[in-house]
């Protein structure tokens, strides 16, 4: 069948016939016909090559859209400007912007377009050797190693033309360094054109052993770099972003580590770091990570002054042939019009308008500090990784594709047409690039000393020892201070109670200290010695079960959220930065951006609450392939702090479990912290060390629910906060018990203190309980120096709340076994496995625990 007789279902030929009816400019006066064109124009714009490619050098704009009246003599004049400024191969979606100052100034830039001169012919040159680079390089790389995978960016050559043209415009534009996320295709050519990556680097990574500065372990096409470039501004900071297979969840990530960046920028923070995130045309549609960042983009805790988005559009998405499975919107960027972000359509096959595109959108950013879109049409010459065939479930798009020129063929067939020089110099360009390497490359000037990105590589400023406690008297002035509000402001009555609550807890030595304070205080003693917190969650400031409340809201105030009193902040001049900030009803974009933040910001403890365990679930993607894993794959060190409430109050299967099995199933090789503290001091100490440990990890802390917050047997005296530091193992038996001991009962958290209460209640000299504080990396080594000085030990008991298969047992029960002494069995007492969490109703609860505590305890003959 014949290219001309094809009629392919894209994006551009789904326009329902009410919208192209109503697109139509009736009016006749100017006024009228502009706001058509700026509202409508992009809907019959020649933005799709493969349309260009059916209907061959038509005009763009068919009859029918076409202002037909005869008014005024000027109209027809007006409207050709109008078509070539929205209807050709750049386009503009804007009408849903509704900050008018931005929207006009997009309509002005495109209308200005159709009288600017051309590109300069060098600046044409230029991109011509960048996009003969790219083609050259995919073929060479297909040649050389036709086993491998390769996710080929043929068909959508001219995203190197915008990549490298974002970089020049964010030089030009004052920017000092760019943060880019892309997913995989395309990135070995992204890496070596436009990042340059040499030769040689790119062949290792098709061999066993890449250069070492490269991979750890993870494939190429998942790779991360630094560079400094050089621009026609001067040099630049670029870094690319590694990123997992799960194509978007980079972006949260990139978004997070740019906040940190701008943070530690002395002049102009925000215009000084620019994000650029790259999408596919289906994951940016399809996936509700990017939905997610987009709605964080405005919000106080998490704006960066817009993000760049740029979607490589090949009309595919994986292997979707009736775009009617693919999404519901007519187009894969709509879904970015909610958020008022405006939109340019771009020809993949006309590569100075994506450059011009990568300058517009680069303007926009810098000016008006917002996200702005822009999708690139395109193509897929090849299939998916290379080896499976297109034909298979697009055999009429290939049709099409197949008897195409590429956009190297058209763009120099394009500029040959100027003359013999203009060949002349193609020619030279094309043997730059075939001739002076092992691989087809174009040039790029790296400065010789790569930038250093990973801020968290580097200790922390705050000089204090890891597991120094902190003398009463500073703990005294501090409680003090965080206690006294502002004047003129007046306080809930809940919140007057805990000030002054906490002021009487600080006036005696003998008090016990709650868990709320030990936590405040924990923040407050890091601010004073100069670190940083960023605090972050659903319900963040008062905390879930009003156990934090570290923002106070003055209850005279006209609005809410305008006055209100944070005490963390007004510890002293010398203090470190404290922010809070509640989140939207989101958990794996915010966890991503914390996790990046965190990544970026050595001197802060970065912790983010959920405000139930289980929300965490929502976020598992960014747990799973970032941060258990990111160190191993990538080198990325992370100081992340994950407070996860848990805990069964025979409230239901939901809201009572964070998964702790779960998340010991992740652990290996020191990859994170897995903490569940029983105490306040516990509390108190677990989190300055995260923020003062030599090695950063991840921590994972099951904090507790509303029982253990009111058990007064786990407030801790001020003497366990004044010194020694987070115990992994809690417990000592008293040497006049331990000829005794044929029992040890060890478990974690709440559960202790029903198992201590039935032992006081029934004592019993042969059973001693532990508590295993730290569950990963598990202290082996000092459980097995405990129980080994218990001379007729004969069993150790386990015990959970959760059911055999939710709690840590599974986990735990080879290396406790290790840990034994020769000759002690070892046992588990914990519901059975069960699909659900935990059960329903509360006196259900009572009487398994009541079960729980018996087979641990009793049963000794």
Known sequence: MAASNLKLKNLHDLVPQDVEADALPRAGDASALLARYREAGYLKAGVNPLRFALQGDVDAVPAAFRHTSHDDADLPGLEARLRRSYCEGLALNAAHVRNH?????????????????????????????????????????????????????????????????????????????????MPHRGRLNVLANVMGLSADELRSLFTETPAPHLLAWDIKEHLGLSRRLRTD????????????????????????????????????????????????????????????????????????????????????????????????????????????????????????????????????????????????????????????????????????????????????????????????????????????????????????????????????????AAVAGVPFAQLKALADSLSAPPANFRLHDDVTALASGWRETAARRANGVDWCLAETLAYASLLGAGANVRLSGLDIGRGSFFHRQCVWHDQDALVDGEKVHVPLRHLGERQGVFSVFETPLSEEAVLGFEYGYSVMSADTLVAWEAQFGDFVNNAQVLIDQFICSGEAKWGWRSRLAMLLPHGNEGGGPEHSSAYVGRFLSLCA???????????????????????????????????????????????????EFESGGFEAVLGDVDPAQAPAVERVVLCSGKIHYALAADLAARPDPRVALLRVEQLYPLPAAELRQRLASLSRLAEVVWVQEEARNHGAWTALREPLEDALPAGVRLRCAARPDAAASAGCRRSVHAAEQDALVASALRGLP
């Not at 050259?136 to 001219?158: N, V």
């Not at 909610?338 to 000016?367: C, K």
């Not at 306040?680 to 991840?698: D, E, G, I, Y």
């Open 101 to 181: 100052a931005r929207a006009d100034w997009l309509y002005e830039r495109l209308e200005a377009r159709a009288a600017a001169p051309r590109i300069a012919p060098d600046k044409r040159l230029s991109l011509y050797e960048l996009l003969f680079a790219a083609e050259r390089l995919e073929r060479a790389i297909a040649a050389d190693y036709p086993a491998a995978k390769r996710f080929s960016l043929e068909g959508s050559e001219s995203y190197l033309v915008f990549l490298r043209g974002a970089i020049e415009a964010a030089a030009a534009h004052g920017a000092g360094q760019v943060v880019m996320g």
């Open 233 to 464: 501004a001067g040099w630049i900071d670029v870094l690319l972003a590694h990123n997992p297979s799960h194509l978007e969840s980079v972006t949260p990530v990139v978004t997070g580590m740019v906040r940190a960046l701008q943070e530690r920028a002395a002049a102009d923070p925000r215009g000084h770091v620019v994000p650029l995130i790259v999408h596919g045309d289906a994951s940016f549609s399809g996936q509700g990570i990017v939905t997610e960042t987009l709605n964080l983009a405005g919000t106080r805790g998490y704006g960066v002054g817009g993000t760049v988005h740029v979607i490589v559009n090949n009309q595919i998405g994986s292997t979707v042939s009736n775009l009617a499975d693919a999404r519901s919107t007519l187009n894969s960027a709509d879904v970015a019009r909610a958020y008022d972000v405006p939109v340019l359509h771009v020809n993949g096959d006309m590569p100075e308008l994506v450059a011009q595109a990568a300058e517009l959108a680069l303007q926009y950013r810098q000016r008006f500090h917002a996200d702005i879109l822009v999708d690139i049409v395109g193509y897929r010459r090849h299939g998916h990784n290379g080896h499976d065939d297109p034909r298979v479930t697009q055999p009429a798009m290939q049709r099409v594709v197949r008897s195409m020129p590429s956009v190297v063929q058209r763009y120099r067939a394009q500029l040959a047409r100027e003359g013999e020089p203009a060949l002349e110099r193609i020619v030279a360009c094309e043997e730059r690039v075939t001739g002076a390497q092992s691989l087809p490359l174009c040039a790029v000037e790296v400065a010789p000393v790569p930038a250093t990105p990973a801020a968290a590589a580097t200790p922390p400023r705050v000089a204090m």
């Open 669 to 719: 090789e020191n990859n994170m912290i897995v903490c569940m503290p029983s105490t306040s001091a516990q509390m108190f100490h677990l989190l300055r060390r995260q923020v003062n440990s030599p090695s950063p990890k991840p921590l994972v802390v099951f904090t507790p629910k509303g029982q253990l917050y009111g058990t007064k047997a786990s407030f801790s005296a001020w003497s």
